[in-house]
């Protein structure tokens, strides 16, 4: 069993970070949000498997908005023992 959750990473657009991160954070358990590199706006996302599809949806969304671009599904950095958190 993966206990592990899905990991995504995605630039989003300096002005709606706020947005993005509120809504997101309205969604109880849709996932842990965090800011990976600041200068490129970069943010990493762990998804718990069970709600994948929803999160995708409302990336969806995002993207069709231009607030979330380059939507990226990665291995989990996490399961890496030898990646520095």
């Known amino acids: 069993m993966n206990y592990y959750c899905s990991y995504y990473q995605a630039t989003?657009?300096?002005?709606e970070m706020?947005?993005?991160?509120?809504?997101?954070r309205s969604f109880?358990?849709?996932?842990?949000?965090?800011?990976?590199?600041k200068q490129t706006n970069r943010f990493e996302f762990f998804v718990p498997q069970d709600l994948e599809?929803?999160?995708i949806e409302v990336m969806n969304y995002f993207?069709?908005?231009?607030?979330?671009?380059?939507?990226?599904?990665?291995?989990n950095r996490l399961c890496n023992s030898q990646e520095i958190v």
């Open 12 to 15: 989003v657009l300096k002005s």
């Open 18 to 24: 706020w947005y993005l991160v509120a809504i997101l």
């Open 28 to 37: 109880e358990h849709i996932g842990f949000d965090r800011t990976l590199n």
């Open 53 to 55: 599809s929803f999160f």
């Open 63 to 75: 993207q069709q908005e231009l607030i979330v671009t380059d939507l990226q599904k990665l291995p």
